[in-house]
């Protein structure tokens, strides 16, 4: 059974950055995809970002390449998301979970238990 944590989110002005990390307890994730998904309010969770176990390979949702760089620590078993250039569009609460498949954002597919999410609001 793996746990995952999510922290770092807050309050933040247009423009600014905020990073967030995804701690696994239990087994360790070290062998899996792991990728960022994130919900607004009214709206469905959508994929952000994703990373290799090995971090060799990256993909980006369009709306944050360019802005949004993932990351992982395998001996720390913590994945990032440093989130730059942000707007009120990025509004939502962040989760991070493992991941299957690979390609393109819509290829990408979350499973396993899904943590408590971290909110992130960008104000205007």
């Known amino acids: 059974q793996v746990q995952l944590v999510e922290s770092g989110g807050g309050l933040v002005q247009a423009g600014g950055s905020l990073r967030l990390s995804c701690a696994a307890s239990?087994?360790?994730?070290?062998?899996?995809?792991m990728g960022w998904f994130r919900q607004a309010a009214g709206k469905e969770r959508e994929f952000v970002a994703a990373?290799?176990?090995?971090?060799?390979?990256?993909i980006y949702v369009d709306s944050v390449k360019g802005r949004f760089t993932i990351s992982r620590d395998i001996a720390k078993n913590t994945m990032y998301l440093q989130m730059n250039s942000l707007k009120p569009e990025d509004t939502a609460v962040y989760y991070c979970?493992?991941?299957?498949?690979?390609?393109?954002?819509?290829?990408?597919?979350?499973?396993?238990?899904w943590g408590q999410g971290a909110q992130v609001t960008v104000s205007s």
């Open positions: 979970n493992r991941v299957r498949g690979w390609g393109t954002p819509s290829s990408v597919q979350p499973f396993g238990s």
């Open positions: 239990g087994r360790t994730v070290g062998s899996y995809a």
């Open positions: 990373i290799t176990w090995t971090g060799g390979n990256t």
